[in-house]
């Protein structure tokens, strides 16, 4: 005879396989289309998070191409809120690199508005390209590359191996482990913020469909969001001072 215990037991186990079998499927990079290339079975696979990747850059294109393309002396309201705009992300970057880092701001500021605009996609019903641990991956890269360029074009080549050793050459090793940590540290972080957040809202609305996860969103979705994208520049910004500084 089955327990009531085990009942309760059996529910249980089948209302988490349910669950987690849902967020898997939300969790899941699918892919929306091949490229034909010759020699590769099936093509190459473009992914979920490259076509939202492409749609992001295409608007946030367009829409720099409207918002200056009639600039003024005399600044209207929307200019000015333009300016404000970029005016603090310009000072968030200052304070984060110096002036020596300034000539990097461009792409600080590219990063930021992308992680931003692609942590709060999920509103509008497409999935966030910061789910799929390849972009992650990519944006880390693509930081820890521009973070050691600046360290090379602040120091020259022999200067930056110099710096490998330093204070003393036992820190060799440990510095050039520090390369590869920073971009994988800077990956995780984003990622894993990204997903728990995800999949914390994911179990809210499965508990509580209703109102609740309307305001749950406002912060995962909208400041979580926002805030990752912030740290994400915050430290790179970081990392890029500590290289340009003598």
């Not at 499927?25 to 990747?53: A, M």
């Amino acid at each position: 005879m089955i327990s009531l215990a085990d009942s309760f037991s059996t529910i249980g186990y089948l209302a988490d396989s349910s669950i987690s079998e849902e967020i898997n499927e939300q969790l899941k990079c699918d892919v929306v289309f091949s490229i034909p290339v010759p020699f590769i079975d099936g093509g190459i696979p473009v992914y979920n998070s490259t076509v939202v990747t492409w749609i992001i850059m295409a608007v946030l294109v367009i829409a720099s191409i409207i918002a200056t393309r009639n600039l003024k002396i005399v600044p209207s309201k929307g200019q000015m809120l333009l300016e404000t705009a970029v005016g603090w992300i310009r000072d968030f970057c200052y304070n984060g690199m110096g002036e020596r880092g300034m000539r990097y701001f461009p792409y600080l500021g590219t990063v930021l508005i992308y992680i931003g605009c692609s942590n709060i996609i999920g509103l509008i019903g497409l999935k966030p390209p910061t789910k799929d641990l390849s972009v992650t991956i990519g944006l880390a890269l693509m930081s820890i590359v521009l973070i050691e360029y600046a360290n090379i074009h602040q120091r020259r080549v022999g200067g930056f191996f110099k710096s490998l050793a330093s204070p003393t050459a036992i820190m060799l090793p440990m510095n050039i482990l520090e390369i590869g940590i920073r971009p994988l540290s800077l990956c995780m972080r984003l990622f894993g913020n990204v997903i728990a957040s995800f999949i914390i809202m994911e179990l809210i609305k499965m508990v509580c469909p209703a109102v609740i996860p309307m305001v749950f969103s406002l912060y995962f979705d909208i400041f979580d969001g926002c805030l990752q994208a912030y740290i994400f520049v915050f430290l790179t910004s970081l990392f890029i001072r500590e290289a340009v500084e003598d």
